[in-house]
């Protein structure tokens, strides 16, 4: 397989240096700074109340990238299961992926809550939320992932 070469759009600017527990970082405002040349891309995104943000995850250290399979959250009394059936951050390609709340944008820098990536994080790419491509009708989870979305 043929190598990907991706160029960040920008970087994520916040107070989060370190991973906070939980569900904190939704209370988060951060700043997407996008690089001066794409600024026009961000034109009439400060009209839709939520985007996703896709950024590369660069602090997961390369042997965390081998990783299989985990158990989520840490949990061991969570079932072990391969990464691509969690949102573990150690993946073979570590993409973050996560839906904000649209604040406000002023010229290239576009402020968001609820962002769960660290300060200075490269972002790949910045999509509106649409309700007609981005909502799922009929969703099923495991048994376990309802347990760690209730907290329990």
Known sequence: MSDITLRPVGFVRNEMT???SGEAYRDIVSEIVVEEDLRDCLDGIEHHSHAIIVYWL???PEEERKVL???PMGDPSLPIVGVFA???PRRPNPIGLETV???GRDG???RVKGLDALDGSPVLDIKPY?????S???VTEPEWMERVHRGQ
């Open 86 to 88: 969690t949102r573990s």
């Open 108 to 110: 290239n820098v576009l």
């Open 58 to 60: 660069n602090r997961i």
């Open 136 to 138: 799922a009708m009929g």
């Open 69 to 71: 399979k985990v158990r």
């Open 101 to 103: 709340e649209v604040l």
């Open 130 to 134: 649409t309700k007609h491509h981005d």
């Open 18 to 20: 370190e991973k906070v």
